[in-house]
């Protein structure tokens, strides 16, 4: 049972196009939200976050909207560049002590030159 | 700082045989976290400890897996005995507090292949 949902696996982008990655939930009380990059032969690193008082948040090229009704969010690269070709991770949690992430499938991108 | 440190990047083993994957975190950090990534399931919590103590296991799949953290400083994940399909990717990662919105900060993996 996903209550983390990345259903495609998979995008490809010309290099300063938008990329859009979605990932939609399905437990209500997830109100804290991340994403994480992976590059091969390495570990998940942390990316932006989003709590869910928020719809929007922003940080450079990287923006993630959050859609609480539709349990809907999505991560915004503008421009792509060759070197954002990774995994993404959408993840979930909800904040309290004891709390932990659970993580989508992840989706491959790939930045075209 | 060294980052969160695991060994062996590599392991190929036989059925039936034991495995042990170790963890060193992020010195200060106090929670720790055992992850395993497959293409069908994607990245799944194994086990979790704070300040030494195990807090959610339900992630682990059967008793063949076991996970210790015997200080601070240092983590096992076992499996005994091994199976194909442990085969995997196991990360593990930890963060400064507790899991409260911390940024958890992941090790590069061990991958694991049972022959």
């Known amino acids: 049972d996903q209550q983390v949902k990345q259903n495609s696996p998979s995008l490809s982008v010309q290099e300063g196009r938008i990329s859009i990655l979605n990932c939609d939930y399905t437990?209500?009380?997830?109100?804290?939200f991340l994403w994480y990059k992976k590059y091969p032969a390495e570990g998940p690193t942390f990316l932006i976050s989003?709590?869910?008082?928020?719809d929007k948040n922003e940080d450079g090229r990287f923006t993630v909207f959050l859609n609480k009704s539709a349990k809907h969010l999505s991560l915004h690269i503008v421009p792509s560049q060759p070197g954002d070709s990774a995994v993404y991770f959408c993840a979930a949690q909800w904040t309290g002590a004891n709390s932990k992430l659970t993580f989508g499938k992840g989706i491959t991108l790939s930045v075209r030159p | 700082d060294a980052g969160v440190i695991q060994s062996p990047r590599h392991e190929v083993t036989e059925m039936g045989q034991e495995v042990t994957l170790r963890c060193k975190p992020i010195s200060g950090h106090n929670s720790l976290f055992w992850y395993r990534q497959t293409m069908m399931r994607g990245l799944e919590l194994l086990i979790y400890f704070n300040n030494n103590v195990p807090i959610d296991d339900s992630g682990m799949p059967e008793d063949r897996f076991s996970a210790k953290m015997p200080n601070a400083s240092f983590s096992t994940l076992k499996i005994q005995p091994s199976e194909p399909r442990d085969s995997a990717v196991y990360f593990c990662?930890?963060?400064?507090?507790?899991?409260?919105?911390?940024?958890?900060?992941f090790g590069p993996g061990t991958r694991l292949t049972v022959l």
């Open positions: 989003i709590s869910s008082i928020k």
């Open positions: 990662a930890s963060t400064g507090r507790d899991s409260y919105t911390d940024t958890q900060y």
């Open positions: 437990n209500s009380m997830f109100d804290y």
